[in-house]
């Protein structure tokens, strides 16, 4: 298996432009987690997916921060317009529903300037 | 108020000494706890889930303490590669998102 796969890497950008992250959980799980990690804060739930339904939302930071999961196979995590202090490193993980132990993907590498 | 508190560390010992450090968890409704390795740059992944009864992995054991609300991950005979930081992890039950990460305990093993 693949195990979760994230893109890009590292994306830099600047303020006021719109990001999109993405993540392709691993074939079967049918739980998705998106996370933010930052040294002040650490590592915080933003949302997440059972069956392609977000369940709870209350981590999203605020509305400039957009969430999908069109199908089975692929999230999206969006912010528009993004600012400096978006920067972090975001990961995706996946499980099975109810599974408490998730598998992280590589994450993605944020720089707002 | 669910906090999960790690001390950051660093942690610096010699290869082959023995290190433990703590979690210690605020709510007593916290239900099941983890401890997830990163290492730098890399993403958590799971080292191992905490019970009650004690967990043990090769080197790796894992205690939970109720009464005084904390975990433990104890690690001997500590190789180069264990080289990492350690993040706990408490479940609050309910839903999967009912859970909170400390934030990392820093371990440096020297040889």
């Known amino acids: 298996d693949a195990g979760v796969i994230q893109s890009p890497r590292h994306e830099v950008t600047e303020m006021g432009q719109e990001v999109t992250l993405r993540c392709k959980p691993i074939?079967?799980?049918?739980?998705l987690f998106w996370y933010r990690q930052t040294m002040m804060r650490g590592l915080e739930l933003l949302i997440y997916?059972?069956?392609?339904?977000?369940?709870?939302d209350s981590g999203m930071p605020e509305d400039r921060f957009s969430a999908k999961m069109p199908n089975a196979s692929f999230s999206t995590l969006k912010i528009q317009p993004s600012e400096p202090r978006d920067s972090a490193v975001y990961f995706c993980?996946?499980?099975?529903?109810?599974?408490?132990?998730?598998?992280f993907g590589s994450g993605t590498r944020l720089t707002v300037v | 108020r669910k906090e999960v508190e790690q001390d950051p560390g660093p942690f610096n010992v010699p290869e082959g000494a023995t290190v433990a450090f703590n979690c210690t968890y605020s709510?007593?409704?916290?239900?099941?706890f983890f401890w997830y390795r990163q290492d730098c740059r890399k993403e958590p992944k799971l080292l191992m889930s905490?019970?009650?009864s004690g967990n043990e992995d090769g080197r790796f054991t894992a205690q939970l303490n109720r009464a005084s609300q904390y975990i433990s991950l104890l690690i001997r005979d500590s190789k180069l590669s264990d080289s990492a930081t350690y993040l706990c992890?408490?479940?609050?039950?309910?839903?999967?998102?009912?859970?909170?990460f400390g934030k990392g305990t820093k371990l440096s093993v020297k040889p």
């Open positions: 074939s079967g799980h049918n739980s």
């Open positions: 992890e408490g479940y609050y039950g309910g839903s999967q998102g009912n859970l909170i």
């Open positions: 993980a996946s499980s099975f529903i109810g599974v408490i132990g998730y598998t």
């Open positions: 905490v019970y009650s």
């Open positions: 997916f059972n069956n392609n339904v977000p369940i709870d």
């Open positions: 709510n007593s409704a916290s239900q099941s």
